[in-house]
């Protein structure tokens, strides 16, 4: 596998690990510096899209089917799928999570000195006021979502470069 397959998929692995390490700090108690800013979303949806389709756009040359992708995958070394496979299960735990405690409520805001957030029971939808804790609640869950779907979508990419750089080993090898 050549070093640029090595460094892209250790750039999509390191910022994966990033955004699902902050994530994962979503949970400890108080605010996050870091999260309270909406630009942090913005930048990580922008590199995560960048390095996932950077990614494909590596993997499709080949023009492998899913099983030849996941047989090359099975051919690098066991510490590096012991490791992505981790992290795809931690990312993939964290966005359960995620999902299953968000509840009814979403983008919690501040409006004229009040909290509200968008409530999505069903037949019921609108912009509802809440409490202080709920508001923080709400918008640590939105945070932590916002940071747990490009964390896995990175490591997606890690994982599509991998498998790309051993099928292009192994064209070089039978050629």
């Not at 990033?18 to 605010?31: E, I, Q, R």
């Not at 999260?35 to 389709?53: I, P, R």
């Not at 490009?150 to 080993?169: N, T």
Request: hydrophobic share 50%; charged share 15%; net charge positive.
């Amino acid at each position: 596998m050549g070093w640029t397959f090595k460094l892209h998929a250790g750039v999509a692995l390191g910022l994966g690990a990033t955004l699902l390490s902050l994530a994962t700090l979503t949970w400890l108690p108080g605010v996050l510096p870091l999260t309270g800013t909406s630009s942090l979303g913005a930048a990580a949806f922008a590199l995560v899209f960048l390095t996932f389709v950077s990614a494909l756009v590596r993997l499709m040359p080949r023009g492998p089917d899913k099983h030849a992708i996941w047989l090359a995958f099975r051919c690098l070394p066991g510490k590096v799928q012991l490791t992505l496979g981790a992290m795809a299960l931690w990312g993939v735990v964290l966005v359960a999570f995620s999902m299953a405690t968000e509840g009814n409520l979403q983008s919690a805001e501040i409006r004229n000195g009040r909290y509200v957030a968008f409530d999505m029971t069903p037949h019921a939808r609108g912009t509802v006021e809440i409490s202080r804790s709920q508001y923080q609640a709400v918008l640590e869950n939105d945070h932590r979502t916002m940071l747990a779907i490009p964390g896995v979508l990175a490591l997606g990419a890690a994982y599509a470069v991998l498998a790309a750089g051993e099928l292009h080993r192994a064209d070089r090898e039978t050629t």
